[in-house]
């Protein structure tokens, strides 16, 4: 199995910065990708960040200039840098793993148990 360990969420005044990170263990053969996802109270999740296994990233457009994902492949760690906050960040952040637990086995997906963003305005 996999489990995937959140860290760095927090309460920030609007403006400012947090940096998430998530660490990937278990029986990991390898990682396609990783990336993150939030959800709002009354909204469905949806997608912030993804990055791919060779360095290729994907942005949500409202977080585009503000938010940068980055990994560490050594690690099977993937983080989340967030800067200029604003209130409509604010959401439970889940972490997201595409692994492969065997050489040529299929894919599965992971989530993390979320970590809680807060802005202040």
């Known amino acids: 199995q996999v489990q995937l360990v959140e860290s760095g969420g927090g309460l920030v005044q609007a403006g400012g910065s947090l940096r998430l990170s998530c660490a990937a263990s278990?029986?990991?053969?390898?990682?396609?990708?990783m990336g993150w996802y939030r959800q709002a109270p009354g909204k469905q999740r949806e997608l912030v960040a993804t990055?791919?296994?060779?360095?290729?990233?994907n942005y949500a457009e409202f977080v585009k200039g503000r938010f940068t994902i980055s990994s560490d492949n050594a690690k099977n760690t993937v983080y989340l840098q967030m800067n200029s906050l604003k209130p409509e960040d604010t959401a439970v952040y889940y972490c997201?793993?595409?692994?492969?637990?065997?050489?040529?086995?299929?894919?599965?997906?992971?989530w993390g148990q979320g970590t809680q963003v807060t802005v202040s305005s």
């Open positions: 278990g029986s990991i053969y390898s990682i396609n990708g």
């Open positions: 990055i791919t296994s060779g360095g290729s990233t």
């Open positions: 997201n793993v595409i692994a492969i637990l065997r050489t040529q086995g299929p894919s599965y997906r992971y």
